[in-house]
């Protein structure tokens, strides 16, 4: 089984790179973006694009999920949230400073 793209709690977003991320909003799919839970509880169909006929725009094919046991993809995309999760607060207040510094900057020159 795949993600699936049709339940309106999966997402994905491209980025300018050409990177794209799926993944399951409710954070429900610990294999994502490769594979959502057999049986979820949570899958619901989105019925917004029913019918519709996507463009050239739909997201590049997802890589083949690597050939190792489940266990060891979802050890390691753990590892990965939680790497990033420790970091967030940190990048979060060094931009929030930046931008304070920014503006302050600017309201200095219109002062003048």
Request: glycine content about 4%.
């Amino acid at each position: 089984m795949a993600m699936r793209e049709e339940c309106k709690h999966f997402q994905s977003r491209t980025y300018e790179s050409g990177e794209v991320a799926r993944f399951c909003q409710l954070d429900l799919a610990p294999e994502a973006p490769w594979q959502c839970p057999e049986n979820c509880a949570s899958y619901v169909r989105r019925l917004a694009d029913v019918g519709w006929q996507h463009g050239s725009l739909i997201e590049p094919r997802l890589e083949d999920k690597p050939d190792v046991p489940s266990e060891d993809i979802i050890s390691v995309l753990s590892a990965a949230e939680e790497a990033v999760n420790d970091i967030a607060s940190d990048v979060l207040a060094e931009f929030t400073a930046e931008q304070e510094k920014k503006q302050g900057k600017r309201w200095k020159r219109k002062r003048r």
